[in-house]
Each structure stands twice: as structure tokens, then as C-alpha cells.
């Protein structure tokens, strides 16, 4: 039996890979997969793919370039979701800010630096024309931690998948003024390169076990009452994210990627664009 450590966030995409393990698809393929859920999201991950601490990661597309860029040895195998992210921009309920023109100059909360919140942050002050030299953060690690920052007025925007957030804006903790989605594919599976040189093959049966799953999974009977059983969502926000959502089974395509480059190089986020075999393993 081989040993794959892996790690993703606790959310809604990732319950495929959790119906795979409890029905012992990839034990049957002789792997051991180990999961561990990381809430703090893709700056995390991408530490512990450095770290060894994790042999794969279901990450953001655009956290793992930056990382890959910046030194972490590993690389993308596959695009896992091939619709783009929908991130919620949120204040504190009883926040004055009403429109996301409003946050212009203002401090936005972020997981760490690094995590899609931080980079989404950029691509969002982009969008709205705003100077992105002048933005400014403060870490807080968890959901938790971005509750108690905006309540206390430590910051004061939160962005987050805005379907994962939003029984936080139902209970009136958060009001969501906008959202944000990525110009890209969100999530991507990422493993460290010492994992693919010596354990490809055990690699490519994972990606062929959870591309079954994946492929069959919105057709799976009350699979909308499962995940809204799961994840403490109501069942009609889950059918619109189930409708808005769509997994992949294939490999990042090289114009993806230069999208992804292009933006974090226009940004300022990486100094210089990658040759694609640098950022991703074909199989």
C-alpha cells in the first residue's frame, strides 16, 4: 500500500475526493490516500507543499503559479474545477459601506500572504480601476478570524467563495456588497515534484480515480441535499452553485496558463512568466 498525503480546503468541491476515499476507490489501486482538510486555504497549502508536510493539493490556480514562480518545487497535473470562482467581497452587517466603490482606500482581510483572498484582492482592485500599490491587509488566518476582524474594524472587506460565506450573510454577521469572479479555471490539483519523479504512476492513478468521480458527480441522486447537509448551505443556494459549477478531468491548457501569467505579471505579483513545462506535468 503507498502512502499520498493530500490536502485541500473544507469546502464543497472537494467532497468527490471524500466519496472516493470512504468507498475505498483508491485503497483498491493499492493507495493509501491520507486527506487533511486546510481551512487557512492556498497560502497554507502552498507552505506545506514546500514543506513536504503534503505530497498534493487541490489549490487555486492562481496561488499555485505565483508559488511555483517564487520557488515551490512542484507542479500542476490537471485542471480539477473548470469554472471560474465566485468570490464574495463582504463587510461586517453593520459596515457603512454599500457598493464596492466604497472600499476604495479601505483594509482588506486576507487568509495570509499568498492565499487567494490576498491575490483576489488585486484582481479585484484591477477591475475597479483602483491604485493596487496603495492596498493594504491584515492577516487572519480562518473565517473566524475574518469574522472577529470586521466586527472589531481591525479590517474591512473579506473575500470569499461567496456560496461558502453566505450562511455567515444569512445570520447576519456578514453583508456581501459584490462579488468577484476569477478570469481563469479556480482550483487546479498540484503535487510536488519529487512525488512525480518518483511516484507518477501512483499520481496518474489517482487523477484516473477521481476523474471518475468527478465526471458523474452532479448526476449522483439528492447530491444537492447531501451538500447542503454537509456544508450548512440551504439547498437552493447549493443548486445554483451546482449550477455554476462544473469539474474538469483535463490538464491546464497552455492559454489558461498565459492568462494566469499575464494578469499576476501585469500586477506586479511575479517578476517574469514561466515556460508552461515549468508550471505543468502533461500525462
Not at 447576519?172 to 507518477?200: H, M, Q, S, Y
Request: net charge negative; with cysteine.
Amino acid at each position: 500500500m503507498k502512502t499520498i498525503k493530500i490536502t485541500g480546503v473544507p469546502e464543497h468541491f472537494n467532497l468527490p475526493w471524500h466519496f472516493a476515499i470512504e468507498e475505498d476507490a483508491f485503497r483498491e489501486r493499492g493507495i493509501d490516500l491520507q486527506w487533511t482538510d486546510t481551512p487557512e486555504g492556498t497560502g497554507k497549502m502552498s507552505g506545506m507543499l514546500r514543506d513536504g508536510e503534503t505530497d498534493i493539493a487541490i489549490i487555486l490556480t492562481e496561488g499555485i503559479v505565483k508559488d511555483i514562480t517564487a520557488g515551490n518545487p512542484s507542479r500542476i497535473v490537471q485542471t480539477y474545477i473548470a469554472t471560474p470562482l465566485i468570490w464574495g467581497i463582504h463587510v461586517a452587517a453593520d459596515a457603512p459601506y454599500r457598493e464596492i466603490s466604497d472600499l476604495q482606500n479601505t483594509k482588506a482581510a486576507i487568509s495570509r500572504l499568498g492565499s487567494g483572498s490576498h491575490l483576489m484582492s488585486y484582481v479585484n482592485a484591477r477591475r475597479e480601476g483602483w491604485n493596487t500599490e496603495a492596498l493594504t491587509f491584515e492577516t487572519v488566518n480562518t473565517m473566524d478570524g475574518a469574522v472577529e476582524a470586521l466586527r472589531s474594524g481591525k479590517a474591512d472587506y473579506f473575500m470569499w467563495e461567496r456560496f461558502m460565506t453566505k450562511p455567515l450573510v444569512d445570520r447576519g454577521v456578514f453583508r456581501r456588497v459584490g462579488d468577484c469572479p476569477t478570469p481563469w479555471p479556480c482550483f487546479v490539483i498540484a503535487v510536488r515534484n519529487e512525488v512525480l519523479e518518483k511516484e507518477g504512476h501512483v499520481i496518474k492513478h489517482i487523477l484516473d480515480v477521481i476523474n471518475t468521480y468527478t465526471e458523474d458527480f452532479k448526476q449522483i441522486p439528492s447530491i444537492d441535499r447531501t451538500l447542503a447537509n454537509r456544508f450548512d448551505q440551504k439547498p437552493e443556494d447549493i443548486r445554483e452553485w451546482l449550477s455554476l459549477t462544473r469539474w474538469s478531468q483535463s490538464p491546464m491548457d497552455a492559454k489558461t496558463l498565459e492568462t494566469v501569467q499575464e494578469q499576476l505579471l501585469e500586477l506586479g505579483l511575479i517578476p517574469e512568466r514561466l515556460p508552461f513545462d515549468r508550471i505543468v506535468k502533461s500525462y
